[in-house]
């Protein structure tokens, strides 16, 4: 079985895949053109010791994660609506980035907080408040996938991130990469951006049952500060469990992600799979690796 290097995200009419050294990013233009877009990984990111140190690689893998997925997400859109000058990065991306960080932070941390600090009072235990707290994020979480995945245009999105996961089964089973023979795979897969989101929402529960119950100055403050550490412990489960999939005890541990997945992807159409077949193979070959 080949060592677990290959994943990616869905962007507008297109995916990204990212490998050992570098990234590629394949959107079908309107004109039904697939344009597919290269680049070397920042190396001090992922081949530097500090960078590889378990709980630290985490947060570094998670921030790059970040940036990339924004960087392609407005490289597609900009394709999409066929822009003249389509450039992967700019000013506009930092800005998107910051934006989204917020919002995130303000929906699904901040925001359940102060509403279960109206009713703070009436609540008889820290345990019970923090896990009031829980389910109300979590509640959010599944509030918005559900309601964005009504959505058309996201709804392809969602066939696109599909899309993703079928190329990636595949490679890693190690069958030909053509259209045909990825459509037979599942949309599920265990390293999956929503099952990650699901265990840092697990995670943040557990956490803050710790930390009882401080005002709500102090109550915000260590929500923020369990932001990068729940961070760091999802990924290292994460990764721990894609390499251990095949354990009973794992399969019952990842079993919620997998389920989720299920708001987050689409069946694709083969011109979808395509797409992202285009991005693997580049990245595969900027690698120097063998495609089927």
């Not at 079985?1 to 959107?27: L, S």
């Not at 899309?163 to 190690?174: D, L, Q």
């Not at 999939?245 to 069946?267: C, D, S």
């Not at 799979?273 to 693997?280: F, G, K, P, Q």
């Given at each position: 079985?080949?060592?677990?290097?290959?994943?990616?995200?869905?962007?507008?009419?297109?995916?990204?895949?990212?490998?050992?050294?570098?990234?590629?990013?394949?959107?079908r233009r309107p004109s039904g053109e697939v344009l597919v877009h290269s680049e070397s990984l920042p190396s001090g990111i992922y081949n530097s010791p500090v960078g590889r140190l378990p709980f630290v690689r985490g947060l570094t893998m998670l921030w790059d994660t970040l940036v990339l997925g924004i960087r392609s997400l407005m490289f597609s859109a900009d394709v999409a609506l066929e822009e003249e000058e389509v450039e992967f990065g700019g000013?506009?991306?930092?800005?998107?980035?910051?934006?989204?960080?917020?919002?995130?932070?303000?929906?699904?941390?901040?925001?359940?907080?102060?509403?279960?600090?109206?009713?703070?009072?009436?609540?008889?235990?820290?345990?019970?408040?923090?896990?009031?707290?829980?389910?109300?994020?979590?509640?959010?979480?599944?509030?918005?996938?559900?309601?964005?995945?009504?959505?058309?245009?996201?709804?392809?999105?969602?066939?696109?991130?599909?899309?993703?996961?079928?190329?990636?089964?595949?490679?890693?089973?190690?069958?030909?990469?053509?259209?045909?023979?990825?459509?037979?795979?599942?949309?599920?897969?265990?390293?999956?951006?929503?099952?990650?989101?699901?265990?840092?929402?697990?995670?943040?529960?557990?956490?803050?049952?710790?930390?009882?119950?401080?005002?709500?100055?102090?109550?915000?403050?260590?929500?923020?500060?369990?932001?990068?550490?729940?961070?760091?412990?999802?990924?290292?489960?994460?990764?721990?469990?894609?390499?251990?999939?095949?354990?009973?005890?794992?399969?019952?541990?990842?079993?919620?992600?997998?389920?989720?997945?299920?708001?987050?992807?689409?069946?694709?159409?083969?011109?979808?799979?395509?797409?992202?077949?285009?991005?693997?193979?580049?990245?595969?070959?900027?690698?120097?690796?063998?495609?089927?």
């Open positions: 079985m080949k060592e677990i290097h290959y994943g990616g995200q869905a962007v507008i009419e297109g995916v990204m895949m990212r490998g050992r050294r570098n990234m590629a990013v394949a959107v000013a506009m991306m930092w800005g998107t980035l910051i934006f989204s960080l917020l919002l995130g932070i303000g929906l699904f941390v901040v925001l359940p907080m102060l509403l279960v600090g109206l009713v703070d009072r009436y609540i008889t235990t820290p345990l019970l408040s923090n896990l009031a707290e829980g389910l109300v994020r979590l509640g959010f979480f599944l509030a918005y996938l559900l309601a964005i995945g009504r959505l058309p245009d996201i709804r392809r999105v969602f066939a696109y991130h599909g899309a993703e996961h079928k190329t990636v089964n595949a490679y890693e089973a190690g069958v030909p990469l053509t259209p045909q023979d990825v459509q037979g795979f599942g949309t599920a897969h265990t390293r999956c951006g929503t099952g990650f989101l699901l265990i840092v929402l697990i995670l943040f529960v557990l956490l803050s049952t710790l930390l009882g119950r401080p005002p709500l100055v102090w109550r915000l403050l260590s929500r923020l500060v369990l932001v990068p550490v729940v961070a760091s412990l999802a990924y290292e489960f994460i990764k721990f469990t894609a390499g251990h999939h095949e354990h009973p005890l794992v399969k019952v541990l990842i079993a919620p992600g997998l389920w989720l997945q299920r708001l987050t992807t689409q069946e694709p159409d083969e011109s979808m799979l395509e797409v992202s077949i285009a991005a693997l193979q580049r990245v595969l070959a900027e690698d120097g690796v063998g495609a089927q």
